[in-house]
């Protein structure tokens, strides 16, 4: 029953399964119905279920998470789009202060089923305020979850979890994947949302992401291979929780550990991972844990943003330092 699709396709077929199997789901955002949202997404959504249930927005972003979150309180499952990374701040309060706490205020009584979903990440060439990685952000806050799926597969199934969750979920897509195509099974029995997966087996060091990172961590192993070195690649595919155990188990293979991510290193996810694995792996490690990311500066305009972003070099060299202990 695999198909081959895109991970833009994967999404949207997961979205219009939910759609069809809860009346209650319903997506909103800027230009997600009519135009099917700027990289087609949402594409022939409200054609097919309406404008009562594919809902174009004003441009908001805090009324639409406000507007999700009294929906959420009503019983509906509202999937949110923010059209892009840099447009989630003007929402960021509604997030952290309501959305993220109203469980815990209500003492367990209300559920908050709210996926906001987040097109993130640079690599397309894009303008200010449209390529940014801010998922350290929501992980800092407590009551959220934090995925960001790197394959088309992935894509399908945690969407489909992420708007079963009574938890709020903040969806991370990696923009510049959109058009990566892979096999989906939609007759597939996925395993748990928050749960690592080890893409490559190796030997002499491990290599873990999450999103946008993980098919260069790929190209990585492939290089590496060539001049003789076994390199396990590691997709995360949630920030919060992270599953630990999974990065500790690999690392006890391959005594060595390098976190990539394209958000700045200073402060990233990269950074608890690495006090973590450092914390239950000390006797085992033979070199530090490493972290290869962004620079800790605004991201840059379109024609700087190859000099900004981690690359097969940095990788390497990060692979290089960590083999050289």
């Not at 923010?82 to 997030?95: C, E, H, L, R, T």
């Not at 749960?195 to 190209?219: F, H, S």
């Not at 990065?247 to 293979?253: L, W, Y």
């Amino acid at each position: 029953m695999a198909e081959k699709m895109a991970l833009a396709k994967a999404i949207n077929e997961s979205l219009r399964r939910a759609l069809d199997a809860d009346p209650k789901v319903v997506v909103m955002g800027e230009d997600v119905g009519k135009l099917g949202g700027v990289f087609r997404v949402t594409d022939g959504l409200q054609k097919d279920f309406g404008e009562s249930r594919v809902i174009d927005t004003p441009l908001a972003e805090s009324g639409i998470v406000g507007t999700a979150i009294g929906l959420a309180l009503r019983g509906y499952r509202p999937v949110v789009e923010i059209q892009f990374d840099g447009f989630v701040f003007p929402a960021y309060d509604q997030i952290v202060t309501q959305l993220a706490k109203m469980h815990a205020r209500a003492l367990g009584k209300v559920k908050m089923p709210v996926v906001v979903r987040i097109p993130y990440g640079g690599g397309i060439g894009a303008v200010e305020h449209h390529s940014e990685s801010p998922e350290a952000l929501f992980a800092h806050v407590a009551g959220l979850k934090i995925v960001s799926p790197s394959n088309a597969s992935d894509a399908y199934w945690m969407m489909q979890q992420a708007i079963q969750s009574d938890d709020p979920v903040i969806f991370f897509e990696p923009k510049r994947r959109y058009w990566d195509k892979g096999e989906v099974d939609i007759e597939a029995i996925p395993g748990p949302l928050h749960k690592a997966k080890v893409v490559r087996e190796g030997t002499d060091l491990t290599l873990a992401a999450y999103g946008p990172m993980v098919k260069l961590c790929q190209e990585v192993a492939d290089a590496a291979a060539e001049e003789g070195r076994s390199l396990e690649v590691l997709d995360l595919r949630s920030v919060s929780p992270i599953d630990f155990d999974a990065v500790q188990a690999s690392v006890e293979r391959t005594r060595r550990l390098v976190v990539v991510h394209e958000a700045p290193v200073f402060f990233g996810s990269g950074a608890e991972i690495a006090a973590r694995i450092t914390e239950r792996c000390f006797y085992h490690l033979e070199a530090p844990v490493l972290r290869v990311g962004g620079y800790h500066a605004p991201y840059p305009p379109a024609r700087l943003e190859e000099s900004y972003l981690p690359d097969l070099d940095r990788v390497l060299d990060a692979v290089d330092r960590s083999l050289a202990y």
